[in-house]
């Protein structure tokens, strides 16, 4: 099919002479998946279902639920989204917060605050990419009953890129600028062309604070703004009272700008304690309404499940747990600095040891014995949301090829059945934080290793260590002063943009940007580097697409990562209750639709 | 007695500072970060998390910092929490009272259970009471407390569903209902902490009283004709619980550093979780103004131990 055949039909569907699934069966013909279609078909201005998103709401009236009780194993310590550290903190402060939009389970926006998404037809999306225009609702009030308006939107924008703030939101605020149209309208104007405009003002970084409350404290002085624990917002719930570290309480705002809207008088997010006995006081005892992010085995998720009081949810997302082949050398030394970017790893860079490494991993298995429902395997470090998953990965679990590519390749087994080469011996260091199932992994790779005549060394850090930015300590993840290592890294948006950017060769993390560059294995291909810069510009949803699959199929392709399972948002509820989760925002991002069915 | 009470006060000054300058450097030298979730997520850029530290001061030497901390505490400032961007005193004064009601409770469930138990068993040693009393203080201070509170739960809370696993703190109730739901949630961890110290302090008072009932005074006193529970009561356990008050003494600063693990199990927002999710989260001020406090009141009833010593047995003196 060509351009001009693809015209045709999205027209057809325009003018409905073409149902959407019928489209989408075409499409799926020529191998572009149901998201890719509906993506190709929003961009010949047929907008998408967006009630498909989202499942239908049933209430018809606004409260009458009772009492909703939500448990955190980890406890929020404070209720401003621009100083949120992590997620328990951004999913509290969303009771209260709202932004224009949020990000749906498949990938597309909803909007909140926003009177629509914008887009190419409604004038929203300018055709160049190079702004876009939000429509604010009109009959949204703040808990103390003042408008919200654009004002409101330009503050946060403020607030949210000054550094003395210090926002954790920043990045997504710094490199743009916003302007008020009128009252309820503002303009996010982009100094290039930005195929990724849904960044400022959408989903965890897009809560609005109140002008009206914290226009006094917008500078150096952040920290002292009252409402920073008694947050005044625009949601569903506004606030009732917050012990930092234990409870948070809301009650249902009767002025929400939705109606039947919410369906609880009144909600708490319990904090502290542990995952399994989270998951026991919903599953089991049935306490708890829900439970957020349950990091437990699924084997005792089923067994708790069987008491059959509630279910566990399972919600894909970008996170993907993998292996890293360090591209520089981790034992010598250049200029103070391990795994120096000017030397190549001695036996990393054959191609054939790479190649037999990724055969190494047994991904099926750690898939069924250690990571269960809770890590499905795949072969892409890229794999979601559906229309950015590369179908050109394989993976293979096979001890004789590796066998027969190192033979090949010359590596010969020594007197201790250890391979080397020219004096290189395939002995390698494998670090990881120290967690049950990468311990588990870290066996597995290292048995299927052996077998294959590479002596493989486990080393497992303390996470706090590991995962820190501590310059003086050489076991962080960022110095990577090891041959392998692993863990599970996030995808925090819909958008594979800043996901992929670990592999570009201007993000290297080395000495002189203090070990935080995200290019952590230290690969680098200009090949890779073109596709993302065109990717930025991209303006095509379509090749902007393929661009991401070629980045995988790159980074992939070239062994240097392994990556092993996916790491979806694990969590418990009663069966009768109703959340709407999604793995591309906040657990908290549609609290306004939960109910309990009777 | 006024001057010697002085004297060791003065005496606290140099400790404290000491224990002060340790915690500090430990906490200083060890690894990790409080802005450690920044690291791993791609949408905060590094700069972020550079001026964060810049602005806590994270990046000053760590004598200057030393020094910054500690003109603040004399001003009566104990710092601000890296985590909950509020000062530390708010967050300690929040946990407070939750811990002392758990945890007193506790230790008066201790004492209750310690004080007639232990001097049942010694007035008659070797007794089928004593032999039961002994084993069973054996088992309870041999069971650590996260394996009996998880003991408790899955008995209590999953297999007869009695009462609730979660700690609350506020409770949707008026009167007398708002009271019991209370008295229900702290029934596991209020038992589990004082059977613990109970077992504990039940040995330790019946060897206390053992030592009194055999001297001669005793002897005298029943030859006497005096009843057996006036030996007892009067002779015997006043004098016998002087090591032991000295005892408790010592224990009365656990009770404001609450219990950690009993605290975590049943997710009590106590000081001891407040301490243990500083830690996790690199918290420093707030692990270094839980554990400062802490030191203060260990010396502080140090002393206090030393004068109810003095003042039960008029034989020690202060020089």
Redesign the interface.
């Known amino acids: 099919m060509n351009e001009q055949d693809l015209w045709r039909l999205m027209r057809r569907v325009r003018d409905g002479k073409m149902s959407r699934r019928a489209f989408a069966h075409r499409m799926a013909a020529f191998g572009i998946t149901a998201p890719m279609a509906t993506q190709i078909l929003a961009f010949a201005g047929v907008s998408p279902a967006s009630a498909q998103s989202v499942p239908a709401y049933k209430p018809t009236r606004a409260g009458g639920g009772g009492?909703l009780k939500i448990?955190y194993w980890q406890?929020s310590?404070?209720l401003?989204p621009h100083?949120a550290?992590?997620t328990t903190n951004q999913d509290a402060s969303r009771v209260f917060y709202e932004p224009l939009a949020g990000w749906a389970a498949d990938g597309t926006l909803v909007p909140i605050l926003a009177a629509e998404i914008p887009s190419i037809e409604n004038k929203g999306l300018a055709e160049d990419g190079r702004s876009v225009t939000w429509k604010l609702k009109r009959n949204v009030k703040w808990h103390d009953g003042q408008q919200f308006s654009a004002d409101d939107v330009i503050f946060n924008y403020e607030y949210a890129k000054n550094?003395q703030i210090?926002?954790?939101t920043?990045?997504?605020y710094?490199e743009v600028n916003v302007v008020k149209l009128d009252d309820f309208t503002v303009r996010v104007e982009f100094e290039r062309p930005t195929p990724f405009w849904a960044d400022a003002f959408v989903g965890a970084?897009g809560m609005m604070i109140p002008k009206h409350l914290f226009k006094d404290y917008a500078g150096?002085n952040a920290?002292e703004a009252p409402a920073?624990?008694r947050p005044v917002g625009t949601g569903a719930y506004r606030f009732a009272?917050f012990?930092?570290?234990?409870?948070l309480?809301g009650e249902r705002n009767p002025n929400y700008h939705l109606e039947n809207r919410p369906f609880f008088d009144?909600m708490?997010i319990?904090?502290?304690?542990?995952a399994v006995?989270a998951a026991?006081?919903v599953l089991?005892?049935g306490?708890?309404d829900y439970a957020w992010n349950l990091q437990v085995e699924d084997q005792t998720l089923q067994r708790l499940e069987a008491a059959g009081r509630g279910k566990v949810n399972i919600v894909e997302g970008g996170s993907v747990e993998f292996i890293q082949l360090n591209a520089t050398d981790p034992h010598r030394e250049v200029d103070g600095e391990r795994s120096h970017i000017s030397t190549q790893h001695p036996a990393f860079r054959d191609p054939a040891v790479r190649q037999a490494m990724a055969l190494l991993v047994d991904r099926q298995s750690i898939q069924n014995f250690i990571y269960g429902r809770t890590g499905p395997a795949t072969p892409n470090f890229l794999n979601a949301p559906p229309r950015f998953r590369s179908p050109n990965m394989k993976m293979e679990f096979s001890v004789e090829r590796a066998n027969q590519i190192l033979d090949q390749a010359g590596w010969a087994r020594g007197s201790d059945g250890i391979r080397q080469k020219d004096g290189v011996r395939l002995k390698f260091l494998y670090q990881t934080s120290i967690n049950a199932p990468r311990q588990r992994t870290q066996q597995i790779v290292q048995q299927a290793a052996r077998r294959a005549g590479i002596e493989i060394e486990l080393k497992s850090v303390?996470a706090?260590?590991f995962?820190?930015?501590?310059v003086a300590?050489p076991?962080t993840y960022?110095k990577f002063y090891a041959d392998m290592q692993m863990y599970t890294?996030?995808?925090?948006?819909a958008d594979p943009q800043?996901?992929m950017?670990?592999y570009t060769s201007w993000e290297v993390s080395q000495k002189a940007?203090?070990w935080?560059g995200?290019n952590i294995v230290r690969w680098r291909s200009d090949e890779y580097d073109r596709a993302y810069r065109e990717a930025e510009g991209e303006l095509d949803p379509v090749k902007r697409a393929a661009l991401f699959i070629r980045m995988n199929d790159l980074i992939v392709g070239s062994n240097h990562i392994i990556p092993i399972v996916q790491r979806p948002l694990v969590s418990a509820s009663l069966n009768n209750l109703r959340p709407v989760l999604s793995g591309w925002d906040t657990t908290m991002w549609l609290l306004r639709d939960w109910y309990r069915e009777t | 007695m006024t001057q010697y009470v002085i004297r060791r006060l003065l005496i606290a000054v140099p400790s404290l500072l000491g224990i002060s300058v340790i915690l500090f450097t430990v906490l200083a030298l060890a690894?990790?970060?409080p802005?450690?979730?920044?690291?791993?997520?791609?949408?905060?850029?590094?700069e972020?998390?550079?001026?964060?530290r810049a602005?806590l001061g994270l990046d000053d030497p760590i004598h200057i910092r030393y020094f910054a901390w500690l003109t603040a505490m004399l001003r009566g400032e104990w710092g601000?929490?890296f985590?909950?961007?509020?000062d530390v005193d708010r967050?300690i004064l929040?946990r407070l009272p939750i811990t002392l009601i758990i945890i007193g409770s506790s230790q008066v469930v201790a004492l209750l259970i310690a004080l007639p138990v232990g001097v049942l068993a010694a007035t008659r040693p070797y007794s089928l009471f004593d032999k039961i009393a002994n084993t069973l203080a054996f088992v309870g201070f041999s069971l650590p407390t996260f394996f009996t509170g998880l003991l408790f739960?899955l008995f209590f809370?999953?297999y007869l569903?009695w009462l609730?696993?979660?700690y609350?703190?506020?409770i949707?109730a008026t009167g007398w209902r708002w009271f019991w739901e209370h008295v229900k949630q702290s029934i596991m961890p209020v038992l589990v902490l004082g059977l613990f110290q109970g077992a504990a302090w039940t040995r330790f008072v019946r060897s206390a009283v053992l030592d009194v009932i055999r001297l001669d005074y005793v002897t005298t006193a029943r030859s006497k004709g005096l009843p057996e529970r006036t030996v007892i009561t009067r002779h015997v356990v006043r004098n016998a619980l002087i090591p032991v008050v000295t005892l408790v003494a010592l224990q009365m600063p656990v009770v404001f550093g609450g219990a950690i693990v009993t605290e975590?199990?049943?997710?009590v927002?106590g000081i001891g979780?407040?301490l243990i999710?500083a830690i996790?989260s690199?918290d420093t001020p707030v692990i270094m103004a839980v554990t400062f406090v802490f030191a203060c009141l260990v010396v502080f009833f140090n002393l206090l131990a030393d004068v109810i010593y003095g003042w039960l047995d008029p034989r020690i003196s202060y020089r």
Request: cysteine-free.
């Open positions: 009492h448990l406890a310590t404070l401003n100083f550290v992590g550094p210090a926002g954790t920043s990045g997504s710094r970084v150096a920290r920073n624990l009272s012990a930092p570290g234990d409870m309480r009144s708490e319990k904090g502290g304690g542990d006995s026991r006081a089991q005892t306490d708890y303390v706090s260590v995962f820190s930015s501590d300590n076991d960022g890294t996030t995808m925090p948006q800043r996901f950017n670990q940007n203090s935080q995200r | 690894p990790g970060d802005f450690e979730e920044l690291a791993t997520n791609p949408a905060i850029p590094p972020v998390r550079l001026q964060l602005s601000y929490s985590v909950s961007r509020i967050l929040q739960i809370s999953i569903d609730p696993f979660v609350r703190t506020q949707d975590q199990i049943f997710r927002p979780s407040l999710s996790l690199n």
